[in-house]
Structure formats: C-alpha cells, structure tokens
C-alpha cells in the first residue's frame, strides 16, 4: 500500500505551477492532445456551463497516453459531452429510484413499527440491538430533528414539550437516509422483512 510519505519519497516534492486558461485555451489544449472539436461555438457554450475539470474527466476513457493526455485517433470532444449527459441522465434516474425506495421504507417503517410498538418507538432503546449505537443514533435524530425547517416540525415543537421528540410520522420525515437506515438496521425487528 502506498502512503503520500512514500510517493513523496519517490516522486520528490512539486509546487502546483499551472495557471488558470481562457476558454480558448482550454480548447486548444484539448485540440493539441489530438481531440477533435466538431463545432468549436458549441464547445465553447459547453466549457461555459460544465467545468473543463469535469469534462476531461470523461476524456480519459479516450486517452491513449494517460501520462500526456493524449487522444485516440478520432476522439471528438462532442464523444465526452455525450458520455457527460448519459452520465448525467442515468444519475438522475438512480435518484429517482433510490427517493422511491427511501419513501418506501420510511412510510413502512412509521406505519409497521408504530403499530407494533406505539408513536414513540424510536425512543425505547430496548427495541434496538446495541445501545451504545443506538444512543448516537438518537443524537443525531435530535439533531436533524432541530435543524428541520418544515412547519409541521415548528408547529409540533411549539405546541408540545414533551417526549421531547415528535411521534415517528414526523421525525422520520426529517431524519436523513443515513440514519433511517442505521435506525432500521438496529431495531430488533429491522433484518425481517417488512410489507
């Protein structure tokens, strides 16, 4: 395994001396690397609104010389912004299946674990398999429960003081994906499957 000390050993110290470049030049640069660029207005519109950084980034797929950042004979900058957007595309589609999914097990966990166990089952550490665990948990129930901006949060708080924390169909609401599922994964029931 190699540490920063030991690539340090190897390769010395390096000052970062590059200097930030115009759009103009960061196509040029591209296109002295062997890229070509079909329609330079376009490319340019391009490196407007998605980071040079974060196109190259996209380019090494297509990199013959990773040391020089040369291209393959034939690679087009127009092939790293359609790699970019099919990126950008399939990313937006994993959200919205991972936002159903987290809707899902939250609306099962409020409605299957209430029932079971009352408004408060978050709260009753001998539903969970490791209090310690459990304990840091809550604290960052709290928290996020705290930080909350939405009315029906202020409007529980405002009206309520005690538990101190709102019934579950509000807190989970608030609760990060993180820590619903540490809260699952803990709870006595969470390796059964719910409905």
Sequence with gaps: MRTTVGLRF???YMNYDKQPINIDGQLALLQNRGLMIE????AKLQLRNISYFRIVSYLRYIEQDRQHHLYKSGSTFEQAINLYLFDKELRQLIFKAIQD???SLRTKMIQVFSMEHGAFWFMDSSLFKNAEFYEG???NIKKEVSRSNEDFIKDHSEKYTYPALP???KTL???SFGTLSKL???HVYG???LP
Excluded at 39 to 42: K, P, S, Y
Aim: aromatic share 12%; hydrophobic share 55%; glycine share 8%.
């Design 10 to 12: 190897l390769y010395g």
């Design 39 to 42: 329609d330079v207005a376009t």
């Design 101 to 103: 999914i987290e809707i």
């Design 137 to 139: 948990c809550l604290d």
């Design 167 to 169: 019934p579950v169909w």
């Design 173 to 175: 609401e608030v609760v």
């Design 184 to 186: 699952f994964i803990m």
């Design 191 to 193: 390796t059964g499957v």
